[in-house]
């Protein structure tokens, strides 16, 4: 009886471990991966990644190398601030020349002249000398302006973007005098490149940020779409005041704005966006608008654009590109806001009640 008794609880026991055992490979299979951050600075600004790691990804700080020297090469090639980027031997090149470019500024280029044409002239990087006329470009003017730059000076500093050529054999030929200036788009390619080096080491949900231009992919933390903020126009820097959130999947944010980045001069406003129509700042642009669509690039330019045009040609083009886009008017304490059709399916149910009267 003992004898036959003894091999029972050995079998219990095998038994146990091997539940606990497959129990533990259950629960490592559906133990949720953490999601990490990673943070830097870049373009001027600030990046902010947030990630689900996996077994399939490397290492925080490898993934975060690969995402610095990513950056770094857009920076060498569109990066006004740096003497020897792509874009400054462009701009100091002599017309008539032919001037050397790299993959990105190709590509940065290929579809600004796209929106360009699509937006009827509005997105315009060829506004460069117009940027540093009103004294926004890089370096910053010594003295502030006291007053407005002469007609004659605005006429010579008007760019010739609709001009320049396909590049051929990774060479631009520069037809006139033109300062380029991809600070509209630039910081939504980079959203997209990281993106990419992400997708390439294995991250499927991910959020990516720079200087407030968004991508994102699969799922947040909690398991559901990822929420995204579009801040309320005359926040304060640091600050986080929340105006509206978007229900994104695989989609990408890009806002533009007018509340921050201004210059006094004789006690008139000055917005940082140029009509390339008149070579002035925009009159009365929107406080901000916010363009979600598959590319951060193409969302970041089209958001540039919709701030040189007007309310009813805004949303005309809107419509007619199929552009999902979100407008805030007035002022930051009464803002008036208005959205393509095409944006309705991203806001939130409640959202959409509160301002779609
Ligand atoms: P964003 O914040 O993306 O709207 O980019 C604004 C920056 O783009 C400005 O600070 C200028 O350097 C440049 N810019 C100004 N006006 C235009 C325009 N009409 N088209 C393209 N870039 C512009
Ligand atoms: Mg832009």
Not at 4 to 18: D, G, I, K
Not at 136 to 142: A, L, M
Not at 254 to 267: H, K, L, P
Request: charged share 15%; glycine share 8%.
């Amino acid at each position: 009886m003992i004898l036959a008794a003894e091999p029972e609880p050995n079998r219990r026991w095998h038994a146990t471990v091997v539940l606990l055992l497959v129990m533990a490979v259950l629960s490592a299979c559906t133990r949720p991966q953490p999601y990490l951050a990673l943070q830097g600075r870049t373009m001027g600004t600030t990046y902010h990644i947030r990630y689900q790691g996996s077994a399939a990804t490397p290492a925080p700080e490898a993934l975060q190398q690969r995402v610095d020297a990513r950056l770094q090469a857009i920076n060498r090639s569109m990066s006004t601030y740096q003497a020897d980027s792509t874009i400054s031997a462009f701009n100091q090149a002599p017309p008539g020349t032919q001037v050397p470019i790299d993959t990105d500024f190709a590509q940065v280029l290929a579809l600004s002249q796209q929106v360009h044409q699509a937006s009827n002239g509005a997105f315009d990087p060829g506004v460069g000398s117009l940027v540093n006329l009103w004294g926004f470009g890089w370096p910053k003017p010594t003295q502030p302006l006291t007053q407005p730059p002469t007609p004659a000076a605005i006429a010579a500093a008007r760019g010739h973007f609709g001009q320049l050529p396909a590049p051929q054999d990774g060479h631009l030929h520069k037809p006139a005098p033109m300062r380029l200036d991809f600070s509209a788009i630039a910081k939504g390619y980079g959203v997209d490149a990281v993106a990419e080096v992400l997708r390439e080491q294995g991250v499927q949900n991910y959020m990516v940020e720079i200087g407030g231009e968004v991508a994102t992919r699969g799922q947040g933390p909690q398991g559901e779409r990822w929420r995204i903020g579009i801040e309320a126009p005359g926040t304060a820097p640091g600050e986080k005041t929340v105006l509206l959130r978007l229900h994104l999947g695989e989609a990408a944010l890009a806002t533009s704005g007018n509340y921050r980045n201004f210059v006094e001069i004789g006690g008139i406003r000055y917005t940082h966006i140029i009509d390339p129509a008149t070579g002035y700042p925009v009159r009365e642009p929107p406080l901000s608008v916010s363009v979600l669509a598959p590319s951060a690039a193409w969302a970041d330019a089209w958001a540039t654009a919709f701030m040189v045009l007007d309310e009813e040609q805004g949303l005309a083009l809107a419509e007619k590109q199929g552009l999902a886009v979100y407008w805030v008017y007035g002022t930051a304490d009464a803002p008036r806001m208005r959205h393509s059709s095409k944006m309705v399916s991203y806001l939130e149910a409640a959202e959409v009640a509160k301002f779609d009267k």
